[in-house]
């Protein structure tokens, strides 16, 4: 064979290779379409929020104040139970603190010792609840204004504890005219202060007009500072009982829990995955939380969710855990 006729041999194999090359990725669609959904997958796995789980304390009060656990060992079994933030409850601790009452050498030493235990633990101090120290959302300016005032030893205790933000309640009146506007103030009051601190107050739907999440949208909107928020809880829309109290007596109305976690979303700086109790298959019987967590995830929302387990049927830990898995199940 002759120089020319070699070479255009060679010519013809290289084309025929590309040709079946070609004509073999083309008549290959599975591959292609098994491509193009490990792609898609990639997608969605980098655009899914971060989202960890937190454990309120709330969720272990029987056996701090019917078992006499010591609070201090909150961290211990929150780390046991893996968990990687913690949201504190100050009235947990009342007993301690008002036997001294609330002195700077008392704030300062729970400020110690919860801290130490949570470095101990390696887990992340997040929020305090705070409750008890006065009506914010109060008719009487003076009133407010106290209540204000007492709040700053707990932002400064958020503060050297390493926490992004104390959660306040808005009580003081029921009347949605008198309380939007005394909350706006009492908040901005309280805000002000904390900002400085690089502390954010926000506030949980926690009982009467603070659970019409229409109404505290509005205070949101018109408090407009960075550091203010909400914490949305799952559980809390009774927005009146019948004895006109905030937390105790039966409810006799109550807000659509769906619709004012999604209002309250946009302003959430946390969010409480509340429960009471669950069925054979380990979904809570009266929320649900795919629902919910569709709903954060729909508003962008990255951050910790917290276990606030707050049933009579399971004991604290078997309702904290079974919390925990559901809301891990449902996040896969």
Same mark, same amino acid.
């Given at each position: 064979?002759?120089?020319?006729?070699?070479?255009?041999?060679?010519? +013809?194999?290289?084309? %025929?290779?590309?040709?079946?090359?070609?004509?073999?990725?083309?008549?290959?669609?599975? =591959?292609? $379409?098994?491509?193009?959904?490990?792609?898609?997958?990639?997608?969605?796995?980098?655009?899914?929020?971060?989202?960890?789980?937190?454990?309120?304390?709330?969720?272990?009060? *029987?056996m701090?104040?019917?078992?006499?656990?010591?609070? #201090?060992t909150?961290?211990e079994?929150?780390?046991?139970?893996?968990?990687?933030?913690l949201? !504190?409850?100050?009235? +947990?601790?009342?007993?301690e603190?008002?036997?001294?009452?609330?002195?700077?050498?008392?704030m300062?030493?729970?400020v110690?010792?919860?801290?130490?235990?949570?470095?101990? #633990?390696?887990l992340?101090?997040?929020?305090?609840?705070?409750?008890g120290?006065?009506?914010? $959302?109060?008719?009487?300016?003076?009133?407010?204004?106290? $209540?204000?005032?007492?709040?700053?030893?707990?932002?400064? %205790?958020? %503060?050297?504890?390493?926490?992004?933000?104390?959660?306040?309640n808005?009580?003081?009146?029921?009347?949605?005219?008198?309380?939007?506007?005394?909350?706006?103030?009492?908040?901005?009051?309280?805000?002000?202060?904390?900002?400085d601190?690089?502390?954010?107050?926000?506030?949980?739907?926690?009982?009467?007009?603070?659970?019409?999440?229409? +109404?505290?949208?509005?205070?949101?909107?018109?408090?407009?500072?960075?550091?203010?928020?909400?914490?949305?809880?799952?559980?809390?829309?009774?927005?009146?009982?019948? %004895?006109?109290? !905030?937390?105790?007596?039966?409810?006799?109305?109550? !807000?659509?829990?769906? =619709?004012?976690?999604?209002? +309250?979303?946009? !302003?959430? *700086?946390?969010?409480?995955? *509340?429960s009471?109790?669950?069925?054979?298959?380990?979904?809570?019987?009266?929320?649900?939380?795919?629902?919910?967590?569709?709903?954060?995830?729909?508003a962008?929302?990255?951050?910790?969710?917290?276990?606030?387990?707050?049933?009579?049927?399971?004991?604290?830990?078997?309702?904290?855990l079974?919390?925990?898995?559901?809301?891990?199940?449902?996040?896969?």
């Amino acid at each position: 064979m002759n120089r020319r006729s070699l070479a255009q041999n060679s010519i +013809l194999t290289l084309v %025929a290779v590309a040709l079946f090359g070609f004509l073999s990725c083309k008549q290959n669609p599975k =591959k292609e $379409a098994a491509d193009e959904t490990a792609t898609e997958e990639m997608a969605m796995e980098e655009a899914k929020p971060d989202i960890k789980i937190s454990l309120a304390q709330w969720s272990i009060h *029987k056996m701090i104040f019917d078992d006499g656990v010591d609070p #201090y060992t909150f961290a211990e079994k929150a780390s046991k139970w893996g968990f990687e933030g913690l949201e !504190y409850v100050s009235a +947990l601790y009342y007993k301690e603190l008002q036997a001294a009452n609330f002195s700077e050498e008392a704030m300062n030493n729970w400020v110690a010792k919860s801290k130490a235990e949570s470095e101990k #633990y390696g887990l992340e101090n997040l929020l305090i609840m705070v409750d008890g120290q006065g009506n914010l $959302a109060a008719v009487d300016a003076n009133e407010r204004k106290e $209540a204000a005032e007492n709040h700053h030893k707990w932002v400064d %205790a958020a %503060a050297a504890l390493g926490c992004h933000s104390i959660r306040v309640n808005l009580n003081g009146t029921h009347d949605p005219e008198e309380w939007v506007p005394a909350s706006v103030d009492g908040l901005t009051q309280l805000a002000t202060y904390a900002k400085d601190k690089g502390i954010n107050v926000i506030i949980e739907n926690h009982g009467g007009p603070s659970s019409n999440a229409k +109404l505290l949208a509005e205070v949101m909107e018109k408090v407009g500072m960075d550091n203010v928020g909400t914490l949305p809880d799952f559980g809390n829309f009774c927005i009146k009982r019948e %004895a006109g109290d !905030y937390y105790e007596s039966k409810c006799v109305e109550e !807000y659509d829990r769906y =619709k004012g976690v999604e209002e +309250l979303m946009p !302003y959430a *700086k946390g969010v409480s995955g *509340k429960s009471y109790d669950f069925d054979a298959e380990g979904n809570e019987t009266t929320i649900d939380f795919a629902k919910m967590i569709k709903i954060m995830e729909d508003a962008g929302y990255s951050g910790y969710i917290d276990v606030e387990y707050e049933g009579n049927v399971l004991s604290e830990e078997e309702g904290i855990l079974a919390t925990k898995r559901l809301i891990e199940k449902v996040l896969e």
